[in-house]
C-alpha cells in the first residue's frame, strides 16, 4: 500500500488542492547562478546564507561551515625537513 507523504497532505484540502500546490512549488526555474551555490555549498557541505546565519551555525555545531582559504597552508621557513624527500 502506498501512503501519502504528511508534508504532501497539508498542501490541500483536496487531492485537486494539494496537486496544483505541489505544482507551484515547481514551476518557476532557479536562477543558474543560485542553482550553482546551492549545489557548490551541498557538494563541500558547506551552509548557505547571510553571514549572520554561518555564524550562528558554527557556534550551534562547533565547527566551520564555510570555505577556507584555496591552497595549501604556508610553510615556515624556518621549519627544518629531516628525512628522504
Sequence with gaps: MVTAHEQYLKLGQTDTERQFAYRELFRHHMDNNLLHEVREALNQELVLGS?????????????????GRPGRPRVEENVVYYGEY
Design 51 to 67: 553571514e549572520r546565519f554561518k555564524d550562528e551555525i558554527e557556534q550551534m555545531l562547533q565547527r566551520r561551515v564555510r570555505a
